[in-house]
């Protein structure tokens, strides 16, 4: 079946440091994959959709500029956040689809604690 | 924006015990999703329907696409301790393949 691979699955940064996740299709090609914040206790919330080749789609009161999306390439969305705060600390999960339909597989998620 | 009802919020029931729970939009959705998080994991996909009406088991689970395209619900059968989780419904409208998630329904099992 589709597997998307998600790293790193916990990362410790500091306040004003950037961190860079990756989202990896690795068994099927994904031309557009999205990215989730989960709170603790609460549902998914859609940050924004990654799309190959193109600038991200943001979702309302989502800051572009703080959360960096590059999809370089069919298998590979990478999510940067920017000088990174502790209101940051989150669940962060992103989601693919492959391009010849069927489900949508998720990553299996990243814990980001921001000190 | 879409959203999602998904009710109830959290069930606790004895192990054996069937299960229900339902999502409910006031607008249409294309797709109708079901999945379970474990803690600390991302979401797995249970049953993905996609046509109106449609009835669609995997194994102990049941679901199905609500006739107005409006509402689905996922029934568990003679449950297990390993049901434990917290089981999402999402709506797809096809527009940028974008999901709206429910708020999900966390289920516990007594032994």
């Known amino acids: 079946g589709a597997v998307v691979s998600q790293h790193p699955s916990r990362v410790i940064c500091k306040s004003g440091t950037s961190v860079k996740i990756e989202c990896r299709s690795l068994d099927f090609q994904a031309t557009t994959m999205f990215w989730y914040r989960q709170f603790p206790k609460k549902s998914l919330m859609l940050m924004a959709t990654?799309?190959?080749?193109?600038?991200?789609?943001?979702e309302q009161g989502v800051e572009k500029d703080k959360f960096l999306i590059n999809h370089a390439s069919l298998t590979l969305s990478t999510l940067t956040v920017t000088s990174a705060h502790p209101e940051d600390s989150s669940f962060y999960i992103c989601?693919?689809?492959?391009?010849?339909?069927?489900?949508?597989?998720f990553g299996s998620g990243t814990r980001l604690t921001v000190v | 924006g879409q959203q999602l009802n998904q009710s109830p919020q959290s069930m606790f029931i004895q192990e054996g015990e069937d299960v229900s729970m339902n999502c409910t939009s006031s607008s249409i959705f294309n797709t109708w999703l079901w999945y379970k998080q474990d803690p600390g994991e991302g979401p797995v996909l249970l049953i993905a329907l996609y046509k109106a009406g449609e009835l669609t088991s995997n194994g102990r689970l049941t679901a199905q696409f609500g006739i107005t395209r409006k509402d689905s619900f996922l029934n568990i059968s003679a449950s297990i301790p390993s049901d434990v989780g917290i089981y999402f419904c999402?709506?797809?409208?096809?527009?940028?393949?974008?999901?709206?998630f429910g708020g999900g329904t966390r289920l516990m099992v007594k032994p």
């Open positions: 989601s693919a689809r492959e391009d010849r339909g069927g489900g949508y597989t």
């Open positions: 999402a709506g797809g409208t096809g527009k940028g393949n974008m999901l709206t």
């Open positions: 990654s799309n190959e080749g193109s600038k991200a789609t943001y």
